[in-house]
């Protein structure tokens, strides 16, 4: 640290094994002041310089960032941040985030190949969506404003696919199925201790969505397996996981197969008799699943049946 001209300038390298954010947050729940705090003013920046952190981990509740290479650059209107190397559930997941006296700005770019999902839903739900297999996935994400702003000012696009994999645990399928009363589907599902532990097999899982004012909206989603498919379009509240969105379910039953099967007559009315939609809506961690009339369905979400698993819907 030496004195500058305006005051403090740091430089500064901190090394660590481990950062456990939870051990330096106060205990309890902070009381709540019985009259609002007026705002504090820290521009501009009594303090400036830069700071390197280098952890080789870096955790915060079930949350584990390993490792962790960050710059923060301090100037007297303006704070930049660099996350350089922060692989977070296994994917690398640069970010940058700027801060001055009108507001904040963030940016992050997440492209991986490979990814096994198992490892991936497990940290990032912790144990609320437990599902294999190999991922492939983009995200482009940017938001400013105030930072009790920034989430609700998400703009960006999110696109990927997984394959072949095992669904051992995912509330929206479960809650379709139960509806539904999907009998033949359920019992492959949970037909004994070996079933219930290896989970429901698929053959692809797929997404196309945007973020926009705070919210992922689903542009196309399907999920294809031996024994049910599914298409979906709608919408998920990222500040409550409120969603509202349409599914359409085509179970793969015997029946199904034979009407498929038969030329002409199977080609023709195959996507629209053996398909049923559903609306999704409540926490989408556990959500509410209504049977809808066909005509309810929009156009779109046949659609995505017809490019993604290759239905009729002549």
């Known amino acids: 640290i030496r004195r500058g001209e305006r005051g403090p300038v740091i430089d500064a390298q901190i090394e660590s094994a481990a950062v456990l954010v939870d051990a330096m947050l106060p205990k309890g729940e902070p009381a709540e002041p019985e009259e609002p705090s007026p705002p504090r003013k820290i521009w501009p920046l009594p303090l400036t310089g830069r700071i390197s952190l280098n952890a080789a981990q870096v955790q915060y509740k079930h949350f584990r960032v390993t490792p962790l290479v960050a710059a923060l650059v301090l100037e007297e209107e303006r704070v930049h941040l660099d996350l350089e190397k922060a692989q977070l559930c296994g994917i690398d997941a640069p970010l940058s985030l700027e801060a001055r006296p009108d507001g904040m700005q963030l940016a992050a770019r997440i492209d991986v190949k490979g990814q096994q999902l198992e490892e991936l839903a497990r940290c990032l739900t912790g144990e609320g969506v437990l599902i294999s297999g190999k991922a492939d996935f983009q995200a482009d994400i940017k938001s400013r404003g105030k930072a009790s702003e920034l989430l609700g000012n998400l703009e960006g696009t999110v696109s990927g696919e997984a394959s072949d994999g095992r669904v051992k645990k995912f509330a929206l399928i479960g809650n379709i199925l139960t509806v539904l009363s999907l009998t033949d589907v359920l019992s492959e599902m949970k037909g004994g201790k070996a079933a219930a532990e290896e989970g429901f097999p698929y053959r692809s899982l797929g997404l196309k969505a945007r973020l926009h004012a705070g919210s992922f909206l689903l542009e196309q989603g399907s999920f294809n397996s031996p024994a049910i498919g599914m298409a979906a379009k709608g919408s998920i509240r990222l500040k409550d996981w409120e969603s509202e969105m349409t599914v359409l379910v085509a179970p793969f039953s015997r029946l199904d197969h034979v009407v498929r099967s038969v030329p002409l007559f199977?080609?023709?009315?195959?996507?629209?008799?053996?398909?049923?939609?559903?609306?999704?809506?409540?926490?989408?961690?556990?959500?509410?699943?209504?049977?809808?009339e066909a005509r309810a369905v929009a156009d779109a979400v046949p659609g995505i049946f017809e490019r993604t698993l290759k239905l009729p819907s002549r």
């Open 266 to 292: 199977g080609y023709v009315v195959g996507g629209a008799l053996t398909s049923v939609p559903v609306g999704v809506s409540g926490d989408m961690r556990d959500p509410r699943i209504v049977p809808h």
